[in-house]
């Protein structure tokens, strides 16, 4: 049902996309100029533009400005007629409410009027739509604008390639530049990652070369301790032999001073001396 209705009354909606239909705006804007010049006016003056007279009805399809029961009539109306009907729908509407819409000077209060329901016939706003249609000439006439409606195709969806260009360029340029960006990511993940992996080796190396500067002073130290004890011992020990020859010679030394006093008491000139 989305696909019959889009297809057929929603024609050339998507060419603007996501901007309103502007084409289908100024054929409401060209309807309400040829039947209600002075309205137009009045909204030109006041920059009160077909994106809001239109789209805010078209948009929503009456939806917001009118009650259930009188939407059903009127959509009623829109199925059973040719897909232009809602293009005279949208600028009857205007020009039914005109001697309010008059009044209105302020572009926030025309958003309002259109976005709320007013004291207008769906009965008169439809016979309205019929009077405008046999009045228009045909070079402004939806009717002969757009195409008449078109069944779907049996058992397949139809083709629908109605949107602008742009988009399609864009797509393909937002793909483009997703595709890049995750190359650059790559690249980017794959530069850090053997960053990490070389400041890893170089703290590991620096760890291991810490570590052995470490272990080399300890050796050193430990060399040191064992030459200083060595050296310590040494002069002990030789500092002990000193002391020992010393007391040696001493006790040589005392032992023949003993025995050259004691010759000395045996003989003085031959005779032994009391």
């Not at 077909?50 to 917001?64: M, N, P, R």
Request: net charge positive.
């Amino acid at each position: 049902m989305k696909i019959f209705l889009i297809d057929n009354w929603c024609q050339h909606w998507f060419e603007f996309f996501p901007n309103p239909p502007m084409n289908i705006l100024n054929m409401i804007e060209n309807l309400l100029c040829h039947h209600d010049r002075i309205l137009l006016d009045h909204f030109v003056r006041y920059r009160i533009s077909c994106q809001i007279y239109g789209w805010c009805l078209l948009e929503t399809v009456f939806s917001e400005v009118f009650s259930k029961a009188e939407w059903q009539i009127l959509m009623d109306n829109v199925l059973s007629q040719h897909p232009g009907f809602l293009l005279y729908l949208t600028a009857a509407y205007s020009i039914c409410n005109r001697s309010a819409l008059i009044q209105v000077k302020d572009i926030d209060d025309a958003k309002y009027f259109y976005r709320h329901r007013n004291p207008v016939s769906v009965h008169h706003l439809i016979s309205e739509a019929h009077k405008m249609k046999k009045t228009t000439p045909s070079d402004i006439d939806p009717y002969k604008i757009l195409q008449n409606f078109q069944p779907l195709t049996k058992g397949t969806y139809p083709v629908f390639n109605k949107q602008p260009k742009f988009i399609n360029d864009y797509q393909l340029i937002e793909k483009t530049r997703i595709l890049q960006d995750e190359i650059q990511y790559l690249k980017e993940r794959d530069a850090h990652l053997e960053s990490h992996k070389l400041s890893e080796g170089r703290k590991l190396e620096n760890e291991y070369m810490l570590k052995q500067m470490l272990w080399d002073r300890a050796v050193n130290a430990k060399q040191n301790n064992y030459y200083k004890q060595n050296v310590m011992e040494y002069e002990r020990k030789n500092m002990q032999r000193r002391q020992q020859l010393l007391s040696e010679q001493q006790n040589s030394f005392e032992k023949s001073n003993f025995n050259t006093s004691k010759i000395n008491k045996i003989t003085v000139g031959g005779e032994p001396t009391v």
